[in-house]
Structures are given as C-alpha cells and as structure tokens.
C-alpha cells in the first residue's frame, strides 16, 4: 500500500499527491490547507511535501465535470484551460505544476476525447512529459465499479516481497516516468524494440516500426486498435483472434516527424462488460512513446 491524500477542495478542483505520509503532530495528519487559498500556493504546498522516497507527485484528479456545481470538482474547468492556446481565463487559478492527470474517471476513452484526452494531447503537443492515469474512483460499488479502469505500472517485478522492499517511490517515479498504461478491462502494450510507454526511441528515421499486443480474459471483447500520432488518430486496424487471451500481436508502422513525434495506442471492444461493470465497454490505452529520428 501506498499513502496518498486525496487534495479536495470543494472550490476548485480535486488532486492526488502521492506518496505523503500522516504527520500526527500537524492539524488533521499534515492534510494540505486550501480553504481561502488559490491553487498555485496550495500546489506549491504540495510539491514540497517530501519523505524517504523524495518530493511528491500532483495528480490533477477529474480535471473535466459536467452538471450544475460540478466546477469545483474539475480544476481544467475552474481554471478555463483552453486546450488550443494552451491557456487559462482564470489566469489566477491555473498552476501547470503537475505531472499527470486522471484522463479516465470511471470511464472509457471515447467518453474521454473531447474532454480529459484532448487536454492531455494538448500538454504533449506542446512538448510537456504529462502522462496519464485511471481510476475507478468508487465510492459506491453499484454506480462506480471497482478497478474500471486501472493504472497498469511497469515496476520491473512481480514479487510482492521485492515490491513491498521498493517502497512507495517506485510507484511515484513509474508514473512520473510514464511507465503506465490504463486498463478498463484490456490490456495493451507497445514497444519499439526495448522502449516502451513513457521511453523515449531515438535514430529511427522516418518511418518507427512498433510491436504492439493486446490481451484480455476470454469473456472480454476486443475488436480494434486505433494508432495517435502526435494527438491525431492516423490508423484504425480490426482485428479478430482464435486465442482466448492474446487479441492482436503485430508490427504497427508509424510516421516519425522531422522533430520528433509521440504515439499512444489504443485498444477497445464494442460488447459491454456485463455482469462484472454493467455498461461499460472494454478498452486500455498506452502513455506514448517518445520518437525520434
């Protein structure tokens, strides 16, 4: 287990700051003070916040909200970021002192691209290392289904008595790293050759060649893999399997731009996950990987 505070402050927005320990001898176990504040003192606050394993991480959690009073909730809203530009209206709210964002809220990528997905696209566009994560965020087994999505971390072990060893700083620095990808069900991977989500391939010339693989338990559908390149969708391929686990295992060929380019892959099915997540499709999406020529 990994110690985090959930940084809600019913004004303008929720973020995760991980890992942070309890402090006993400050107010309310050293919980970051917002009330009265505006977002770049607070999130200040927090990436100072330091323990054994060094400074914290900020999540910018649901950055997106629909719904009366839903603002305070979604910091991309409070602030008025305006993906195109790059930009804040409420220049006084908006602090871009964080590394990854809760693109999937209890939600799939489609239900995502014109919100948390473009903005997230719109920070990598501009050459920031912002990557993504998801969270069933349940509060209720019913209307927010356990573990859809999830954020898969790549520690380098499967061994529970290593990772218990490695201490929460492995899980911060794997998602700083964007050594991640978001399972709603599926899971996906990308490589080209030993670089993976979050790495950076360089002397590729212009064309990357990328071994991608998808899989999911038997019950699970999965029918397509859409390719992004650098925050466009450049190829969509459907696929169909006779193995019950392993969907699709091919070479994607990919554009690289003179300057370099950045690509995320992501897989989906069409067949909702009843009964385990009633209504909800199954999919799973890369962080990119970083290309060069």
Known sequence: GVTSLELTTYAWGHFGVLPLDPDPSRPNGGAIEWAYRLPPAVLADARARTSVFGPAAIVVNHPRDSG?????????????????????????LWDPGFSLIEVFNDSNFDRNVDGPVRDWFSFLGRGLRTFAVGSSDSHGVIGSPIGYPRTCMELGT???????TMGAGAV?????????????????????????????????????????????????????????VDGTMVEEIPFTSTDAILRFD??????VAAAGSWVVFVASGDAALEPVHPGRLPFAVTNPIFLGR
Not at 158 to 164: I, P, V
Request: proline fraction near 3%; glycine fraction near 12%; charged fraction near 25%.
């Open 68 to 92: 009366a009073g839903r603002i305070a909730f979604a910091y991309f809203e409070a602030a008025g970021y305006d993906p195109v530009t790059g930009t804040a209206s409420n220049a006084e």
């Open 158 to 164: 499967d061994s529970t008595a290593t990772l218990r």
């Open 172 to 228: 911060r620095d794997a998602l700083l790293g964007g050594h991640a990808t978001i399972s709603g069900s599926l899971y996906v991977d990308a490589r080209v050759g030993t670089a993976g989500p979050g790495d950076e391939a360089t002397g590729l010339g212009p064309r990357a060649m990328v071994d991608v693989t998808v899989e999911g338990a038997s019950w699970i559908d999965a029918d397509r893999l859409r390719v992004f």
């Open 250 to 255: 091919d070479v994607v060929e990919v554009d």
